[in-house]
């Protein structure tokens, strides 16, 4: 080889490449020899190189240098491989190339080729650098700038160029080494080890503050004492806390990361649960180690151990027993018994089903919503407000100061009214001078569904209900009219007159139900209810009946026709309140 011309000589080697037998290390089997059809399409690869080298297509030339290698390798192929990258400026590739020439082919290489390809190699090595990783363990997976090389332990350094490169070192099991390193001309670069075992896990450092002893638990798991503590845990979220035998410090959340160090301080307090006694006797004094808490009832907190509940009513047995805290919440649900034997008080519970049969009295506040009431059709018009009575009943379920309940109630309210005609000729009340009287009368009932609240006493117990539901009434309403003109008498000479009684007009609404009141009398027998009640009625749009036809006035001698129209029985919102007494038995 002479300058930068590639070798010529390959020609005749692949016409005579059946022939011969590559040259190999003594330690490794030869190499099965090209065939002739290899050797062939090696030869025409060359001869393309060959003529793109001429018209310096070096990177196109240096291609199918090395596929024609591959094919059938020589010496002579070799060199025009390297002489390609050294054309490239890709001297890293060069030096190796060169190298690689001289390691397989030093036999087959006269004096004067050897000492020009090793004058070569010394003009790479100061064109390059090298890195040579020393670490020991098998198989790390070795990788330059991206692209592996090879695995350790590697036989010699690798060539690179003069510029910063990033090695990685990775293999599983261990943490991976990555560097960065700058080359310098002709220099060797030594990457040590050893490799590390790779990290699975993060580290959980704990400080535990405050007075007492206390184990460290992660997840549930006690994993060691304070006041301090840290060991590893796998990444993820984790429960820290502390807990003693008197003492805790509430849970701590953390996440912890692969390898990172998380700090967690964590406070202790006293250990206290909650505690909920219920003596289902309002008087009943409620002790805990000896000291009065409350009557009764009683919820509060208490240090975690071991208590002493004391529960004391005049004319039953005291109660006492030890009351085991814990963190969570503990319920004494307790029944005095009776003290003297039979005949003796019984504890109310106020827990059960209950009953009440109540009759009220109603009146509306306002005035009456009738058509006479709202809008007289003449003057003078008087007119009253309903009154009634009714029953209700009730059926529900008492949990203690809170209970449910059904109600069903029937009610009867009547009022009345009256107008003055003078003698009309035209419009919607025509006829002769007259004065018509109204009574009015309204029936009926419904449902509601609501909820009670009642104390807790033996003997007086306050109650207040409010229950939503929907009623169903009629109404009728009776009308008397008697002739006013003194023209206007019979053939005896008394007044013209006549009366007449509607049909049923019926409504659906909505109704709101509220009572106040007081329960008296014995704890384990009925008691009297005394109290108020109020009731909403949402009627809504009016209410009409339809008036008489053929309407006059006569007792024998009829009058005129007279005008009668539909009048309005009710509208709006009927509001009704009242005394309620009545009778309210079981809890």
């Given at each position: 080889?002479?300058?930068?011309?590639?070798?010529?000589?390959?020609?005749?080697?692949?016409?005579?490449?059946?022939?011969?037998?590559?040259?190999?290390?003594?330690?490794?089997?030869?190499?099965?020899?090209?065939?002739?059809?290899?050797?062939?399409?090696?030869?025409?690869?060359?001869?393309?190189?060959?003529?793109?080298?001429?018209?310096?297509?070096?990177?196109?030339?240096?291609?199918?240098?090395?596929?024609?290698?591959?094919?059938?390798?020589?010496?002579?192929?070799?060199?025009?491989?390297?002489?390609?990258?050294?054309?490239?400026?890709?001297?890293?590739?060069?030096?190796?190339?060169?190298?690689?020439?001289?390691?397989?082919?030093?036999?087959?290489?006269?004096?004067?080729?050897?000492?020009?390809?090793?004058?070569?190699?010394?003009?790479?090595?100061?064109?390059?650098?090298?890195?040579?990783?020393?670490?020991?363990?098998?198989?790390?997976?070795?990788?330059?700038?991206?692209?592996?090389?090879?695995?350790?332990?590697?036989?010699?350094?690798?060539?690179?160029?003069?510029?910063?490169?990033?090695?990685?070192?990775?293999?599983?099991?261990?943490?991976?080494?990555?560097?960065?390193?700058?080359?310098?001309?002709?220099?060797?670069?030594?990457?040590?080890?050893?490799?590390?075992?790779?990290?699975?896990?993060?580290?959980?450092?704990v400080t535990v503050k405050g007075a007492g002893d206390a184990r460290v638990l992660v997840d549930g798991e006690?994993?060691?004492?304070?006041?301090?503590?840290?060991?590893?845990?796998?990444?993820?979220?984790?429960?820290?806390?502390?807990?003693?035998?008197?003492?805790?410090?509430?849970?701590?959340?953390?996440?912890?990361?692969?390898?990172?160090?998380?700090?967690?301080?964590?406070?202790?307090?006293?250990?206290?649960?909650?505690?909920?006694?219920?003596?289902?006797?309002?008087?009943?004094?409620?002790?805990?180690?000896?000291?009065?808490?409350?009557?009764?009832?009683?919820?509060?907190?208490?240090?975690?151990?071991?208590?002493?509940?004391?529960?004391?009513?005049?004319?039953?047995?005291?109660?006492?027993?030890?009351?085991?805290?814990?963190?969570?919440?503990?319920?004494?649900?307790?029944?005095?018994?009776?003290?003297?034997?039979?005949?003796?008080?019984?504890?109310?519970?106020?827990?059960?089903?209950y009953s009440n049969l109540d009759f009220f009295g109603v009146a509306s506040p306002g005035d009456a919503t009738?058509?006479?009431?709202?809008?007289?059709?003449?003057?003078?018009?008087?007119?009253?407000?309903?009154?009634?009575?009714?029953?209700?009943?009730?059926?529900?379920?008492?949990?203690?100061?809170?209970?449910?309940?059904?109600?069903?109630?029937?009610?009867?309210?009547?009022?009345?009214?009256?107008?003055?005609?003078?003698?009309?000729?035209?419009?919607?009340?025509?006829?002769?001078?007259?004065?018509?009287?109204?009574?009015?009368h309204r029936y009926g009932g419904g449902g509601a569904l609501g909820a009670r609240v009642t104390s807790k006493?033996?003997?007086?117990?306050?109650?207040?209900?409010?229950?939503?539901?929907?009623?169903?009434?009629?109404?009728?309403?009776?009308?008397?009219?008697?002739?006013?003109?003194?023209?206007?008498?019979?053939?005896?000479?008394?007044?013209?007159?006549?009366?007449?009684?509607?049909?049923?007009?019926?409504?659906?609404?909505?109704?709101?139900?509220?009572?106040?009141?007081?329960?008296?009398?014995?704890?384990?027998?009925?008691?009297?209810?005394?109290?108020?009640?109020?009731?909403?009625?949402?009627?809504?749009?009016?209410?009409?009946?339809?008036?008489?036809?053929?309407?006059?006035?006569?007792?024998?001698?009829?009058?005129?026709?007279?005008?009668?129209?539909?009048?309005?029985?009710?509208?709006?919102?009927?509001?009704?309140?009242?005394?309620?007494?009545?009778?309210?038995?079981?809890?």
């Amino acid at each position: 080889m002479s300058g930068h011309r590639p070798h010529r000589g390959l020609a005749l080697a692949l016409a005579l490449a059946c022939a011969l037998t590559a040259r190999v290390a003594p330690a490794a089997p030869p190499p099965d020899p090209p065939n002739a059809a290899a050797v062939a399409e090696a030869k025409k690869l060359f001869e393309r190189g060959l003529k793109l080298y001429k018209e310096k297509a070096f990177r196109e030339a240096l291609a199918l240098f090395v596929r024609a290698n591959e094919m059938s390798p020589r010496a002579s192929i070799q060199k025009n491989v390297a002489q390609c990258y050294r054309d490239l400026q890709e001297f890293a590739s060069a030096y190796d190339a060169y190298t690689d020439l001289l390691d397989k082919y030093a036999a087959t290489l006269s004096a004067a080729e050897t000492a020009t390809i090793k004058n070569v190699v010394a003009e790479l090595a100061l064109l390059t650098g090298a890195i040579r990783v020393t670490i020991a363990e098998p198989g790390a997976t070795v990788r330059i700038d991206g692209r592996d090389v090879g695995t350790t332990p590697l036989a010699k350094p690798i060539r690179v160029k003069l510029e910063r490169h990033q090695i990685v070192i990775a293999k599983v099991g261990f943490e991976t080494l990555t560097k960065d390193v700058d080359i310098a001309a002709g220099a060797t670069v030594s990457i040590d080890g050893p490799l590390e075992t790779e990290v699975k896990t993060g580290r959980v450092v704990v400080t535990v503050k405050g007075a007492g002893d206390a184990r460290v638990l992660v997840d549930g798991e006690d994993v060691g004492a304070g006041p301090s503590w840290e060991g590893d845990v796998s990444p993820g979220s984790h429960t820290i806390e502390a807990r003693g035998a008197s003492v805790s410090a509430p849970p701590v959340r953390v996440e912890v990361a692969r390898r990172a160090r998380v700090p967690v301080s964590l406070e202790l307090r006293a250990r206290v649960g909650r505690v909920q006694v219920d003596a289902h006797a309002a008087d009943a004094e409620i002790a805990v180690d000896g000291r009065v808490v409350g009557r009764g009832a009683w919820e509060g907190d208490l240090p975690v151990g071991r208590h002493e509940l004391t529960i004391a009513l005049k004319g039953f047995e005291t109660h006492k027993r030890a009351l085991i805290v814990s963190e969570t919440q503990t319920v004494e649900d307790v029944h005095l018994k009776a003290a003297g034997g039979a005949g003796a008080p019984v504890a109310p519970t106020y827990v059960g089903i209950y009953s009440n049969l109540d009759f009220f009295g109603v009146a509306s506040p306002g005035d009456a919503t009738n058509g006479l009431a709202q809008s007289c059709p003449t003057q003078p018009c008087q007119a009253s407000s309903p009154l009634g009575a009714g029953l209700g009943v009730r059926v529900g379920y008492s949990f203690g100061w809170l209970g449910v309940e059904g109600l069903a109630l029937g009610m009867y309210d009547t009022s009345d009214g009256s107008a003055t005609f003078g003698d009309t000729a035209s419009g919607p009340n025509i006829g002769i001078a007259r004065t018509e009287s109204y009574r009015f009368h309204r029936y009926g009932g419904g449902g509601a569904l609501g909820a009670r609240v009642t104390s807790k006493h033996p003997n007086v117990r306050f109650t207040f209900g409010a229950a939503l539901g929907i009623e169903y009434k009629g109404m009728v309403y009776k009308r008397d009219a008697t002739a006013t003109g003194a023209a206007q008498k019979d053939k005896n000479g008394a007044s013209l007159s006549s009366s007449f009684t509607s049909s049923a007009t019926t409504y659906t609404a909505p109704m709101i139900v509220l009572d106040l009141g007081i329960l008296l009398g014995s704890a384990t027998s009925a008691k009297f209810h005394i109290g108020a009640l109020a009731i909403l009625e949402m009627v809504g749009d009016p209410v009409f009946a339809s008036g008489d036809t053929n309407r006059t006035l006569g007792n024998g001698t009829p009058s005129p026709p007279l005008g009668t129209p539909p009048l309005q029985l009710v509208s709006g919102t009927q509001f009704f309140i009242g005394p309620v007494i009545g009778l309210h038995f079981g809890e």
